[in-house]
Nanobody, 115 residues
């Protein structure tokens, strides 16, 4: 199993980024997928989760209305569209396999929101 995140970078407040997580080594369409983030000195926290078919999603309250999780099962990829970014969104973003529990994680991609 391999999960590889990409798309992070430096963005100004109010800007947007789209993260991708490419999966391999398992039947992607059978698993829910999640995005988490971890800021320096803080615990890893849920960002969003999506069901195996994409028909159900859930977001942390602070991300609702700004972030959108989606997936393309044909491409074995889960996405996180992030809009209206704030400095407090600065963190390493990780994708994980699963809904409430996670057995595999990617290496993470750094998102820095700063002017």
């Amino acid at each position: 199993v391999q999960l590889v995140e990409s798309g992070g970078g430096l963005v100004q407040p109010g800007g947007s980024l789209r993260l991708s997580c490419a999966a391999s080594g398992f039947t992607f369409s059978r698993y829910a997928m999640s995005w988490y983030r971890q800021a320096p000195g803080k615990e890893r926290e849920l960002v969003a989760v999506i069901s195996s078919t994409g028909g159900s999603t859930n977001y942390a309250d602070s991300m609702k209305g700004r972030f959108t999780i989606s997936r393309d099962n044909a491409k074995k990829t889960v996405y996180l569209q992030m809009n209206s970014l704030k400095p407090e969104d600065t963190a390493v973003y990780y994708c994980g396999r699963g809904w409430a529990t996670h057995d595999y994680w990617g290496q993470g991609t750094q998102v820095t929101v700063s002017s």
